[in-house]
Each structure stands twice: as C-alpha cells, then as structure tokens.
C-alpha cells in the first residue's frame, strides 16, 4: 500500500535537486565571468551580450536539425549548432557582405540567422501538415 505522503517526498526531493543544479549552473556562470574579467582586464554591463545570442543560436539550430530527443541527441545537437551557427558567421565575415566591418550590421546578420534558425522548424512541420492533409483527402 502506498504511503499518502510518498509524491511529497518525491516532489520536494525534485525541487532541492533543482534547486540545488540551478546554485551550481548559476556559480559556475558567476566564475566564468570573473575569470573571463581578470583575463581581460575590466568588465563592462554589455561585455557578454553576444553570448546570450550564441548560445540560443546554437540550441535552436541544433533543434531544427535533430528535433527535441533525449539528453544526449541534446547535447550533440547543440555542438553540432554552434559549429554551423560559427561557420555561418565566419562565412558572412569572409565575403565581407557589408563592405564595411560595421559592428551593428554583424548583429543584424546574426539576428536573422537566428530568425531563418525559428522558421527551419515552422516549414517543416507546415509541409508536413499539408503532406497528411492531402494524404487524408486521397484517401477519403
């Protein structure tokens, strides 16, 4: 017979092992920044702006390649995004497409790889949609 009390012990053992994974990610964040800090020398409030849109951009595409699977499809596909989210960037940087190595206009280009990164998905299941649709009308 099980104990009424049980799916409180497992809650509350889920939210201290949360908990506690978001106190170790979030100091290993706070280190890194300080290193990153002493090795450069000052720290600014925008230094690590272009992380933030690395990062998202490499899980996204990774997630429009793979799809959402386990852990470990995960986390191979999330290197495998930051591998082409940087090959994309160093593409656009080589054939120098703004003439100009404006700062503002690399972030405008990341952004819209990032963008093209949320719409891969979309079309995909959008094709797959229709596919089933006409599908259902072949075989009605």
């Keep these: 017979m099980r104990h009424k009390t049980s799916g409180y012990f497992l809650l509350s053992a889920l939210l201290v092992s949360l908990i506690l994974g978001l106190c170790i990610s979030n100091g290993l964040i706070g280190l890194a920044g300080a290193l990153?800090?002493?090795?450069v020398g000052y720290s600014d409030t925008s230094t690590s702006n272009g992380t933030l849109?690395?990062?998202l951009a490499a899980v996204?595409?990774?997630e429009a390649l793979f799809g959402k699977r386990g852990v470990t499809v995960g986390l191979i596909s999330a290197?495998?995004?930051s591998v082409i989210y940087k090959l994309i960037v160093t593409f656009v940087v080589d054939i120098e497409l703004f003439g100009t190595n404006s700062a503002n206009l690399m972030k405008l280009m990341c952004a819209v790889i990032v963008a093209a990164t949320f719409i891969?998905?979309?079309a995909k299941r959008t094709a797959?949609?229709?596919?089933?649709k006409k599908e259902a009308r072949r075989n009605a």
């Design 120 to 122: 891969i998905p979309a």
């Design 53 to 55: 849109i690395y990062g």
């Design 36 to 39: 990153v800090t002493h090795y």
């Design 79 to 81: 290197v495998c995004g």
């Design 60 to 62: 996204i595409i990774g």
């Design 128 to 132: 797959r949609n229709r596919k089933v």
